[in-house]
């Protein structure tokens, strides 16, 4: 199954003025980096966003429509600050902006 392709171009417009911006496959979807480090990955299916955020956020982000914590596989947790969000929660530009900015956010913050 092929990754959401117009969540892609939604997410491209948004990070577009974004320095060292690249898009690489991995996670079985389309990755977006900002200064090598991922900020979101388009996934398949309905959860449709993976999403990389403090992990001491963590909580408080769980908290929104279409939010889980992700996990690999069979019920393998990725660890704190990793959060895959349901495509029906990201039909507004207004929640797909409040995800990228989280991720920006950690990923300005983060050191690797």
């Known amino acids: 199954m092929a990754y959401d392709e117009?969540?892609?171009?939604?997410?491209r417009d948004i990070l577009s003025g974004q320095e060292s911006l690249r898009e690489q496959k991995m996670f079985g979807g389309l990755a977006f980096l900002v200064r090598d480090k991922m900020v979101v990955c388009v996934?398949?299916?309905?959860?449709?966003?993976?999403?990389?955020?403090?992990?001491?956020r963590e909580p408080e982000y769980l908290q929104?429509?279409?939010?889980?914590?992700?996990?690999?596989?069979?019920d393998r947790s990725m660890g704190k600050g990793w959060i895959t969000v349901d495509a029906d929660a990201l039909t507004s530009e207004?929640?797909?902006?409040?995800w990228?900015?989280?991720?920006?956010e950690h990923n300005t913050n983060a050191t690797g």
């Open 100 to 104: 990228i900015a989280a991720a920006l």
């Open 43 to 56: 996934g398949t299916g309905n959860r449709a966003l993976l999403v990389r955020v403090d992990g001491v």
């Open 6 to 11: 117009l969540l892609a171009a939604r997410i």
């Open 64 to 74: 929104r429509d279409g939010a889980h914590h992700a996990v690999m596989g069979r």
């Open 94 to 98: 207004k929640a797909l902006e409040f």
